[in-house]
């Protein structure tokens, strides 16, 4: 598991970097036309899944890591059928190499990785082991409003998905149909990580979580920063989507300090 983690954390990293780096010309290596601050959006994405992976990965017990799998394995099942059902719109046969290879090689990724997690979880939860005491629990005022997001997220994502039209009162810059749905996977996909976040109700065991949040907030501000002139200040869901930035950001620091001050306690004690 942990290599299976590292191995798509490498995948991602590679997906993600181009994409947040120069998204002004996502067109002559992406999978499908986007728009530059949608290009950004998915590679702060991408990196951020990088981070919880990672993370994951680096961990040695079972408990501290699997908050990085349901996710993952959710929102690269609902990517592979997004893709499937706009085939016609991916760059399968773009003049350019780098298009084609790239999106067929993006279809390979999608269509492997699923089968393999899956199979790589079963073998996990049939490993004998038993979960270690709750080091750093998190308090019920928190977690109502991780399970108050996570429903937020789950809602959001799957009506992208089911009815991508919705993107032009849910999200504030305009979004292509296609990208509407792949964006409504990412909500799925961290709407399920908040949502094992207030399960595992321990800071230790949600730390890659809390991080990959944190960085997504970070990046997605700085797309933001980027592009300002591609959002309505004046609509609401502008402002929605601020709030849920700024909340990304306090999760990620307050998470990272509640681990970070208690390994400092008990390296004192």
Same mark, same amino acid.
């Given at each position: 598991?942990?290599?299976? $983690?590292a191995?798509a954390?490498?995948?991602?990293l590679t997906?993600?970097l181009?994409?947040?780096?120069a998204?002004?010309?996502s067109?002559?290596?992406f *999978?499908? *036309?986007?728009?530059?601050l949608s290009a950004a959006?998915?590679?702060?994405a991408?990196?951020?899944?990088a ?7 680096r ?11 349901p ?6 099942? $609902?990517?592979?059928f997004v893709?499937?059902?706009n085939?016609d719109?991916? %760059?399968f ?9 790239g ?5 390979v ?5 699923p ?5 790589v979880l079963?073998m ?6 038993t979960?270690?005491?709750r080091e750093?629990p998190?308090?019920? &005022?928190l ?7 996570a ?6 994502g799957?009506?992208?998905l089911?009815n991508?039209?919705a993107?032009s009162?849910m999200?504030p810059?305009?979004?292509? *149909?296609v990208?509407?749905?792949a964006f409504g996977?990412?909500?799925i996909?961290f ?7 207030a399960w595992?109700a ?6 890659p979580? &809390?991080?990959?949040v ?7 501000l700085?797309a933001?920063?980027?592009?300002p002139g591609?959002?309505d200040?004046?609509?609401?869901q502008t ?5 849920v930035?700024? *909340?990304?950001?306090l999760l990620?620091? %307050? ?8 390994? &400092?306690?008990? &390296?004192?004690?």
């Amino acid at each position: 598991m942990r290599g299976l $983690l590292a191995i798509a954390g490498l995948l991602v990293l590679t997906i993600g970097l181009p994409l947040y780096l120069a998204p002004q010309n996502s067109d002559a290596y992406f *999978s499908w *036309s986007v728009s530059p601050l949608s290009a950004a959006f998915l590679g702060g994405a991408y990196l951020s899944a990088a981070v919880i992976e990672f993370s994951a990965a680096r961990k040695r017990i079972w408990a501290n890591a699997r908050i990085a799998v349901p996710a993952v394995f959710i929102f690269t099942v $609902l990517t592979l059928f997004v893709t499937l059902g706009n085939a016609d719109r991916y %760059h399968f046969n773009a003049p350019g190499f780098v298009q084609s290879a790239g999106t067929w090689a993006w279809l390979v990724v999608y269509v492997v990785v699923p089968p393999i997690m899956l199979m790589v979880l079963v073998m996990q939860l049939f490993h004998r082991g038993t979960d270690p005491v709750r080091e750093w629990p998190i308090p019920v &005022t928190l977690r109502v409003p991780f399970v108050l997001g996570a429903v937020a997220l789950l809602f959001g994502g799957t009506t992208l998905l089911i009815n991508p039209g919705a993107a032009s009162w849910m999200w504030p810059w305009h979004l292509t *149909s296609v990208t509407s749905q792949a964006f409504g996977a990412w909500m799925i996909g961290f709407g399920v990580a908040l949502g094992q976040v207030a399960w595992e109700a321990d800071w230790k065991r949600v730390r890659p979580a &809390t991080l990959g949040v944190g960085a997504l907030g970070v990046l997605q501000l700085v797309a933001l920063l980027r592009y300002p002139g591609d959002l309505d200040w004046a609509a609401v869901q502008t402002w929605v989507y601020l709030a849920v930035l700024a *909340s990304f950001v306090l999760l990620g620091i %307050h998470g990272w300090r509640v681990v970070a001050s208690g390994r &400092t306690q008990n &390296t004192a004690a």
